[in-house]
């Protein structure tokens, strides 16, 4: 049980300190209401769900590397840097390959369709749905700072 409990700790620090996780959980959410709404078959659920748990894993493999990295070599380093460039490129890769999976499955006619009939049928649903956007806006960008 220990071990849950240090994964989901790993995570939670994940989410609170990482900019670009709290970026792919927002996009996750709209992508899941997207999913919803339009009515994805089983099979484009396992892929979506697939995507977001890859992009997801590697930012967290991607943030424990370059704290890993940090602690044991502060000082700039031309390997060290490699590893954490190439590790962030994990990152962009799963994710480019998502975005693009998403829109295969989503920007069909059909599911474009009911995303609009959706909107039009349900004026309340969509108009909290458009809030959400200032909530998780504020989530995602939290904590943002320039380094120096």
């Given at each position: ?28 959410f709209?992508?899941?209401l ?8 089983d ?11 890859l ?5 967290c ?16 380093s031309?390997t ?27 920007f ?10 959706f ?19 504020i989530?995602?960008l939290?904590?943002r700072?320039?380094?120096?």
């Open positions: 049980m220990k071990s849950f409990y240090y994964a989901f700790r790993g995570i939670v620090a994940v989410i609170k300190n990482e900019h670009n996780m709290r970026i792919h959980l927002c996009f996750c709209y992508v899941i997207a999913g919803f709404v339009t009515g994805i078959s099979l484009q659920w396992a892929i979506v769900l697939l995507c977001m748990a992009v997801m894993g590697l930012e493999i991607n943030t424990g590397l370059e704290k890993l990295c940090d602690a044991f070599c502060p000082e700039k031309k060290v840097g490699f590893a954490k460039d190439a590790a962030a490129g994990s990152v962009l890769i799963a994710a480019v390959f998502s975005a693009a999976v998403g829109i295969m499955i989503f069909k006619e059909d599911k474009l369709s009911a995303a609009l009939k909107l039009k049928e349900k004026p309340l649903w969509s108009a909290l749905i458009l809030l959400t956007l200032i909530p998780l806006g989530f995602a939290r904590g700072r320039k380094k120096k």
